[in-house]
Nanobody, 125 residues
Framework: QVQLVESGGGLVQAGGSLRLSCAAS????????AGWFRQAPGKEREFVAA????????RYADSVKGRFTISRDNAKNTVALQMNSLKPEDTAAYYC??????????????????WGQGTQVTVSS
């Protein structure tokens, strides 16, 4: 069992930056791949970024590539999402998730076993 708690969301102007953090409980956190998803009102949840359990591999949605960076610290049981050059279309609730994956990092929500409650990010134009 892994419990996840996101933080760091807020209101920011377009072009600004935010850093989201996800704190995990559970001794097995370091064995899970981790990902960030987001969901805007009236839209489906979409993949943002993922990182392997070692931190050695990452994957990004095309819409955030070059602007967002995912990282993790297994010693602190945390996963972070650094978001730069934010755009109004980045406005959404952001969710942290973890799942066991070998090989490719999945962009499908069904591969992730545990989810946080989400943190709201609002980017004003």
């Amino acid at each position: 069992q892994v419990q996840l708690v996101e933080s760091g969301g807020g209101l920011v102007q377009a072009g600004g930056s935010l850093r989201l953090s996800c704190a995990a409980s559970g001794r097995t956190f370091s064995t899970y791949a981790a990902g960030w998803f987001r969901q805007a009102p009236g839209k489906e949840r979409e993949f943002v970024a993922a990182i392997s359990w070692t931190g050695g591999r990452t994957r990004y949605a095309d819409s955030v590539k070059g602007r967002f960076t995912i990282s993790r610290d297994n010693a602190k049981n945390t996963v972070a999402l650094q978001m730069n050059s934010l755009k109004p279309e980045d406005t959404a609730a952001y969710y942290c998730a973890v799942g066991h994956m070998s090989g490719l990092l999945s962009d499908l929500a069904g591969w992730y076993d545990y989810w946080g409650q989400g943190t709201q990010v609002t980017v004003s134009s």
